[in-house]
């Protein structure tokens, strides 16, 4: 397959030519030994699409652009590429990035994500099965795929995954939702991981939590509010979860989130779940900006324009006031001890 062809057909960019042409190719121009990406007819669709816990509008446009004879074979490849790359990656332990196809003009390239994903689910659960992990996480977890196909939605107003680099992640079995929270495996010091803490800060945490010590990156998917209950029972469940499935010990936990700006406490009552879940973090590193976090999170846009931002709650009004006067919001990292 002539990749440059097929990128500038369809617009994917410079940055997913390169990123296909990085793939290993398998026998036979392959994308791998399991050949491509295995995708049910379009009768079967839905189902194959059922874990992800997809939105109806998501779900409908997806079953109709569902890979069928009338596809050009180059897009099947594409699929099938993305798929090879799932395979190669799984237990790899290695951050990939993938390629945005957001702004992709074509539905069929622009989804071409989340069809390799949805072939790649009995390759996770098997994964998952192998560690002993329980059949409702393994649910929860597959179904941040279809938060994301509405967060890109909402933000874009068209069917896609922005964010195929994080759902990625998933299929490495390199994060788990558990409850209110999802946790990804990393260590202190590691590329991609954690490199905040400085010498002073190591010696506090004590000799455990040296270069290297195993942690768990926190991360809080976009579903409702922080109660503090459920966050408590989480919190009380993960480092036991870890000790079972994976036979490592994680005592430290991080969170790298606009949640922890301590400018917060400003706007937001002392009372709020948003402060109690900052209360719970020491704060640690040279803080990050935040803005484009906090207009993402916040409102679900793409871009900082506090002009077109809604003003209809205390922290709507918070956020945009803060950066019409000038000020910035920043991304802090903090760290807990696990239960």
């Known amino acids: 397959m002539d990749v440059t062809a097929l990128a500038d057909r369809f617009d994917l960019g410079e940055e997913t030519r390169a990123w296909l042409a990085r793939i ?7 994308p791998d030994h399991h050949g491509g990406a295995p995708l049910p007819a379009r009768p079967n669709a839905r189902a194959a699409l059922a874990p992800f816990a997809l939105a109806p509008v998501d779900e409908a446009e997806l079953v109709g652009l569902w890979p069928d004879e009338t596809w050009p074979p180059e897009l099947r490849w594409l699929v099938d590429r993305m798929y090879a790359r799932l395979v190669t990656d799984l237990r790899a332990g290695v951050w990939r990035r993938w390629p945005s196809l957001v702004h992709v003009g074509d539905d069929r390239a622009r989804c071409a994500p989340i069809l390799a994903f949805a072939a790649a689910v009995p390759l996770l659960r098997a994964e998952h099965h192998r560690l002993g992990v329980p059949p409702e996480i393994t649910a929860a977890t597959l179904a941040d795929v279809g938060r994301h196909v509405a967060h890109t939605r909402q933000m874009f107003g068209c069917v896609g995954l922005e964010t195929a680099t994080w759902i990625a992640l998933h299929f490495r079995a390199g994060l788990f939702e558990l409850g209110r929270l999802q946790y990804e495996p990393a260590t202190l010091g590691n590329q991609g991981a954690v490199t905040w803490y400085t010498p002073h800060e190591a010696a506090e945490m004590g000799p455990r939590f040296a270069h290297g010590a195993p942690v768990l990156r926190l991360h809080i998917p976009a579903e409702g509010p922080l109660d503090p209950a459920a966050i408590d029972a989480s919190l009380e469940g993960a480092r036991d979860f870890f000790r079972r499935h994976t036979g490592v010990d994680y005592p430290l936990a991080t969170c790298t989130s606009w949640l922890l700006d301590p400018q917060l406490a400003r706007a937001l009552p002392e009372t709020s779940n948003i402060m109690a879940f900052q209360r719970r973090f020491t704060l640690a590193g040279p803080p990050s900006p935040g803005d484009f976090d906090v207009f993402r999170f916040v409102f679900r846009m793409p871009e900082v ?13 918070a956020v945009v006031e803060h950066v019409a006067a000038g000020r910035s919001w920043h991304v802090r990292t903090g760290w807990l001890r696990l239960p």
């Open 24 to 30: 290993p190719a398998g026998p036979a121009g392959t």
């Open 305 to 317: 324009l506090p002009d077109r931002a809604p003003r209809n709650t205390r922290l709507e009004r």
